[in-house]
């Protein structure tokens, strides 16, 4: 069985479409535990006791990710319905410090290497398979092309890599698409290797249903501008959540229009080589948002590969 498959059979819904591949007996036998003893899918980001650098297990992944937070001030130009942070109630901000990052993500790589992971929980009860390293992603509680420091540390990250000391692993950015326009973000994102991933948010199809999933600063033809530049220099993972929403899913003539602005951006020449199709699987700070069963996701992804010829994965 592949990689892809045995994500594919720890997904956290129960509700799952025929065909599906058979799932592994490791997995099958975690599935059988409580989910946070499982998978580790759903369960609280694990800092290890660092301030900017955590470890989860994501099924977009793969596997196990190591995310540097470059926003714990929180800053973020997106108010998305289904976000697990919590940007309403009063916090004490503290600044990212580059250093302190850098000697953080060392040592956390050093701790996965060493195999003490294990002896944690939830991560005690994971098959093997989901304790490899996948990526490192720059990711955090906001939009990280918009921490001030991004371009340092994006190249500290690359300098901890090219020392040579870990296995080498792959850099993903997971962002909102805003500020892939200026001019330091896009100077840094020169220096990723073709082996490195960005993943670019794209939720909707209109102004109207962006506003009311993502609630935004930016409008969307910004976004789909900053995709379709990067995405004419370099392959562009789309990243695509669906949720339900006050108990419902995606109205139908929203699905239309979301799927036209992928054919504009591959007709324009961007490269997509993956539409990622999920729903949020950890706690939400917004009540009224939930996880779209499988079903529904399986037949987004149907659609999209049906309607643009692009390849579509459910995660």
Same mark, same amino acid.
């Given at each position: 069985?592949?990689?892809?498959?045995?994500?594919?059979?720890?997904?956290?819904?129960?509700?799952?479409?025929?065909?599906?591949?058979?799932?592994?007996?490791?997995?099958?036998?975690?599935?059988?535990?409580?989910?946070?003893?499982?998978?580790?899918?759903?369960?609280?980001?694990?800092?290890?006791?660092?301030?900017? $650098?955590?470890?989860?297990?994501?099924?977009?992944?793969?596997?196990?990710? $190591?995310?540097?937070?470059?926003?714990? &001030?929180?800053?973020?130009?997106?108010?998305?319905?289904?976000?697990?942070? &919590?940007?309403?109630?009063?916090?004490?901000?503290?600044?990212?410090?580059?250093?302190?990052?850098?000697?953080?993500?060392?040592?956390?790589?050093?701790?996965?290497?060493?195999?003490?992971?294990?002896?944690?929980?939830?991560?005690?009860?994971?098959? &093997?398979?989901?304790?490899?390293?996948?990526?490192?992603?720059?990711?955090?509680?906001?939009?990280?092309?918009?921490?001030?420091?991004?371009?340092?540390?994006?190249?500290?990250?690359?300098?901890?890599?090219?020392?040579?000391?870990?296995?080498?692993?792959?850099?993903?950015?997971?962002?909102?698409?805003?500020?892939?326009?200026?001019?330091? $973000?896009?100077?840094?994102?020169?220096?990723?290797?073709?082996? &490195?991933?960005?993943?670019?948010?794209?939720?909707?199809?209109?102004?109207?249903?962006?506003?009311?999933?993502?609630?935004?600063?930016?409008?969307?033809?910004?976004?789909?501008?900053?995709?379709?530049?990067?995405?004419?220099?370099?392959?562009?993972?789309?990243?695509?959540?669906?949720?339900?929403?006050?108990?419902?899913?995606?109205?139908?003539?929203?699905?239309?229009?979301?799927?036209?602005?992928?054919?504009?951006?591959?007709?324009?020449?961007?490269?997509?080589?993956?539409?990622? $199709?999920?729903?949020?699987?950890?706690?939400?700070?917004?009540?009224?948002?939930?996880?779209?069963?499988?079903?529904?996701?399986?037949?987004?992804?149907?659609?999209?590969?049906?309607?643009?010829?692009?390849?579509?994965?459910?995660?």
């Amino acid at each position: 069985m592949s990689e892809a498959d045995k994500m594919q059979a720890t997904e956290t819904c129960a509700e799952v479409p025929a065909p599906e591949p058979k799932s592994h007996p490791d997995i099958r036998a975690a599935k059988a535990r409580p989910a946070s003893q499982a998978t580790g899918f759903g369960s609280p980001r694990d800092f290890l006791d660092n301030r900017f $650098v955590y470890i989860t297990v994501s099924a977009r992944a793969r596997g196990l990710a $190591v995310g540097v937070n470059l926003n714990p &001030d929180k800053e973020c130009n997106f108010d998305c319905v289904y976000c697990e942070v &919590d940007r309403h109630t009063p916090f004490e901000k503290q600044p990212l410090e580059v250093k302190t990052m850098g000697d953080e993500l060392q040592r956390t790589l050093a701790f996965l290497h060493s195999g003490q992971l294990r002896r944690q929980p939830p991560f005690h009860a994971l098959p &093997d398979a989901l304790l490899e390293l996948r990526h490192v992603a720059l990711s955090g509680d906001g939009e990280p092309t918009l921490c001030p420091q991004f371009a340092e540390v994006l190249q500290t990250v690359i300098h901890i890599r090219a020392r040579g000391q870990f296995p080498f692993f792959k850099i993903v950015l997971l962002t909102n698409a805003t500020g892939l326009d200026l001019p330091l $973000v896009e100077s840094s994102l020169k220096l990723l290797t073709p082996r &490195d991933e960005i993943w670019a948010k794209l939720d909707a199809g209109t102004p109207a249903f962006m506003e009311r999933v993502n609630r935004p600063q930016v409008p969307l033809k910004k976004v789909l501008a900053n995709i379709l530049r990067l995405g004419r220099q370099r392959p562009v993972v789309i990243q695509s959540l669906f949720a339900l929403l006050e108990g419902q899913p995606p109205p139908v003539e929203e699905i239309e229009p979301y799927l036209e602005r992928l054919k504009e951006l591959k007709a324009g020449g961007a490269t997509i080589p993956l539409v990622q $199709v999920y729903s949020p699987y950890r706690p939400m700070a917004q009540v009224r948002c939930g996880h779209l069963p499988l079903k529904s996701l399986s037949d987004i992804a149907r659609q999209i590969r049906a309607n643009t010829g692009l390849n579509a994965e459910v995660f």
